[in-house]
């Protein structure tokens, strides 16, 4: 069974930096597609950026390109998501996701796609 645990949310002024990472345990990680979500009050959830299970390919969404970037380190079962440039628009909680069906080069981009999901992370930035 795995599991994974978000940490590195906070509160942070707008143009600020957060890194979020997600530790994953348990026997599938290292060969599977990730991804991080969004999901702020009264929207649905969104993917913010993917990354197949090699980690030679990624994804952002339009709104994030150029200040956020998704990263793993398979050694270290972890998952990152690195935020620059923060905007009061980026304020929501912060899923990390992992599809157990995809392995490899490809990375998946639809909700539906994600079966395993950590609990969250609140990220806060103010005006």
């Known amino acids: 069974q795995v599991q994974l645990v978000e940490s590195g949310g906070g509160l942070v002024q707008a143009g600020g930096s957060l890194r979020l990472s997600c530790a994953a345990s348990?026997?599938?990680?290292?060969?599977?597609?990730m991804g991080w979500f969004r999901q702020a009050p009264g929207k649905e959830r969104e993917l913010v950026a993917a990354?197949?299970?090699?980690?030679?390919?990624?994804y952002a969404t339009d709104s994030v390109k150029g200040r956020f970037t998704i990263s793993r380190d398979n050694a270290k079962r972890t998952v990152y998501l690195q935020m620059n440039s923060l905007k009061p628009e980026d304020t929501a909680v912060y899923y990390c996701?992992?599809?157990?069906?995809?392995?490899?080069?490809?990375?998946?981009?639809?909700?539906?796609?994600?079966?395993?999901w950590g609990p969250g992370t609140q990220v806060t930035v103010s005006s």
């Open positions: 996701a992992l599809d157990s069906r995809r392995t490899g080069w490809g990375t998946s981009r639809a909700l539906f796609e994600y079966d395993l």
């Open positions: 990354i197949s299970g090699s980690g030679s390919n990624t």
């Open positions: 348990g026997r599938t990680f290292s060969t599977n597609a």
